[in-house]
């Protein structure tokens, strides 16, 4: 397997989960936030959101970055090809 095709098994992998698209969809609007105030808009507890935020930084898709007490996370810059035409359909 090319190793483009790689990187779109490992984003489309990331991105098959509605929690994760609420996500994704919440930073395309709000730029960044924290991982408290991305919990709070999806309404799922900040431990699980936190393991979503991971997993979708892991695949190249989120940056975080720790600010004191909170991690702020942001969709990273620039949006991989694939994610910009998910990103759009949100």
């Given at each position: 397997?090319?190793?483009?095709?790689?990187?779109?098994?490992?984003?489309?992998?990331?991105?098959a989960n509605?929690?994760?698209l609420?996500?994704?969809?919440?930073?395309?609007?709000k730029k960044?936030?924290?991982?408290?105030?991305?919990?709070?808009?999806?309404k799922?507890?900040?431990?699980?959101?936190s393991?979503?935020v991971?997993?979708?930084?892991?695949a190249?898709?989120?940056?975080?970055?720790?600010n004191?007490?909170?991690?702020?996370?942001?969709l990273?810059?620039?949006i991989?090809?694939?994610?910009?035409?998910?990103v759009?359909m949100?």
């Amino acid at each position: 397997m090319a190793a483009k095709e790689k990187e779109f098994e490992r984003v489309l992998k990331a991105l098959a989960n509605r929690r994760r698209l609420a996500v994704i969809s919440y930073l395309k609007n709000k730029k960044e936030a924290s991982v408290g105030e991305i919990a709070e808009h999806i309404k799922l507890s900040i431990k699980a959101t936190s393991k979503h935020v991971a997993l979708l930084a892991a695949a190249g898709v989120l940056e975080k970055e720790q600010n004191s007490r909170f991690m702020i996370v942001c969709l990273v810059d620039p949006i991989p090809e694939i994610v910009r035409h998910i990103v759009k359909m949100l």
